[in-house]
């Protein structure tokens, strides 16, 4: 690798760190590529050969940080124990512990996302396939067992968990909610759904 490459390398890792420190502080909206320059100690213009938009650097930052996570979800959930239910339960426990640690990043994240003017750069929240498979399979792991009916919507039932979890960070915005206390009510909710879904 040459020296120039090294370089760019090491300017979009700096200025990777200085957004997803200033979007988890100030937020997305406050946030300007002319601040994330400065804390990143380089020149705009080196943002701008870096990054196409801010947006950009929002769906790096969010691929960044969920990467090793997915990585040691895929590793967990072959090891889990219990009904699908309970392993479901730790599944959104796990994301809502590594999510609230920069809350205000996640929830820039989400709002972004469903922004009417979503720029064509951004990955939008929800589209990560990883964590969707992996619910997937043990959703069908759950059929297979008799724990959920054979005639259920699988695809039906991620989308409506998926919006469930996505829902409960409206307490993190407006009542600084921890993860502990959205991880209850997501294990009530999904008692709630699962009720729904034993075979008859």
């Given amino acids: 690798m040459g020296v120039r490459e090294t ?26 590529i002319r601040a994330m320059a400065e804390r990143a100690g380089v020149s705009v ?6 990054f196409a938009s801010k947006a950009e650097v929002l769906s790096q930052v969010m691929d960044d940080r969920v990467e090793a996570l997915y990585r040691e979800l ?16 730790s599944l959104f426990a796990i994301h809502y512990d590594f999510e609230c640690r920069r809350v205000r990043l996640f929830l820039a994240h989400i709002s972004a996302s ?3 003017s979503l720029d064509k750069n ?7 396939p990883r964590f969707k498979d992996m619910i997937l399979h043990m959703l069908a792991d759950g059929v297979n067992k008799g724990e959920v009916r054979a005639e259920a919507d ?12 996505a829902w409960n960070y409206r307490l993190a915005a407006a009542q600084n909610s921890d993860a ?21």
Wanted: aromatic letters at 8%; hydrophobic letters at 35%; glycine letters at 6%.
């Fill in 7 to 32: 370089q760019k390398l090491e300017t979009r890792r700096k200025v990777l760190e200085a957004a997803r420190d200033l979007f988890n502080e100030i937020g997305y909206e406050e946030t300007t």
């Fill in 180 to 200: 502990g206390h959205m991880t209850s009510i997501m294990d009530r909710q999904i008692s709630l759904i699962f009720d729904g879904l034993k075979p008859r």
């Fill in 114 to 116: 469903f922004s009417p």
């Fill in 154 to 165: 699988l695809t039906l039932v991620l989308d409506t968990l998926m919006a469930v979890y």
């Fill in 122 to 128: 951004t990955v939008p929240y929800g589209r990560n």
């Fill in 74 to 89: 895929e590793h967990v959930a072959k090891h889990m124990r219990g009904s699908l239910a309970d392993r479901l339960r």
């Fill in 45 to 50: 213009g080196s943002v701008f050969t870096t």
